[in-house]
């Protein structure tokens, strides 16, 4: 099956910086997906990116397809971006998503 | 997008019994997926659940255990059976729209 691999595994950062978190999947797939899992245990949808470029305020992403992997970028991190990032791929069209092992992202003030 | 609640939020068990987590979706899906996450780790697919089917179970969960069931397009439950310690985790089911969405999760704590 798809492997999924993300980096860093950790991540401290003082708030204010910026950050680079990277997915690399194994084989093609037909949708990628970023979460972010608040210390409450809720997932929340980042972003839908099988290929390309998306923004939402202080987040970016890019996949690159044809190179398997794919960034998120935080900018101005701040302390409620604390948690953990995961990425995860669909394979096949209407699949379940494959996770990453996530990087765990802790800001502080 | 969809709306997923799932009953209950969390639960502390005894050892032995059996808790059934109920998945309610606003909108008709076909697939269902039940994941599970241990403390401390990733996201793992237990099974997928088709409405009029079977239930298909990835490798290492099997059917005694979590059970499922999946009577109309907006709901399903899974049932995690004579629970033991190494059972707690949070439970998440999602559904696929264009893109996957989560439900909150369902916190069990097995004592």
């Known amino acids: 099956g798809i492997q999924v691999e993300q980096s860093p595994p950790d991540l401290i950062l003082q708030e204010g910086a910026n950050s680079t978190l990277r997915c690399n999947f194994s084989d093609s797939v037909n949708n990628l997906q970023w979460f972010h899992q608040n210390p409450w245990g809720q997932l929340i949808n980042l972003f839908y990116i099988p290929s390309g470029t998306k923004q939402n305020g202080r987040l970016s992403a890019t996949t690159v397809a044809t190179e398997r992997y794919s960034l998120l970028y935080i900018s101005s991190s701040q302390t409620t971006d604390s948690g953990v990032y995961f990425c995860?791929?669909?394979?096949?069209?209407?699949?379940?998503?494959?996770f990453g092992k996530g990087t765990t992202l802790s800001v502080s003030s | 997008s969809a709306v997923i609640s799932q009953k209950p939020s969390r639960d502390i068990c005894q050892r032995g019994t059996s808790l059934t987590i109920q998945c309610q979706v606003d909108?008709?899906?076909?697939?269902m997926f039940w994941y599970r996450q241990q403390p401390g780790q990733s996201l793992t697919l237990i099974a997928t659940?088709?409405?009029?089917?079977?239930?298909?179970?990835e490798s290492g969960f099997v059917i005694d255990k979590f059970p499922i069931s999946r009577p109309n397009l907006t709901f399903s439950t899974l049932t995690v059976s004579n629970m033991s310690p190494e059972d707690s985790s949070i439970y998440l089911c999602?559904?696929?729209?264009?893109?996957?969405?989560f439900g909150p999760g369902t916190r069990l704590t097995v004592t």
């Open positions: 659940a088709n409405q009029g089917s079977e239930a298909t179970y």
């Open positions: 995860a791929v669909e394979g096949q069209a209407g699949t379940a998503l494959i």
């Open positions: 909108s008709q899906v076909t697939m």
């Open positions: 999602s559904v696929v729209l264009g893109q996957q969405y």
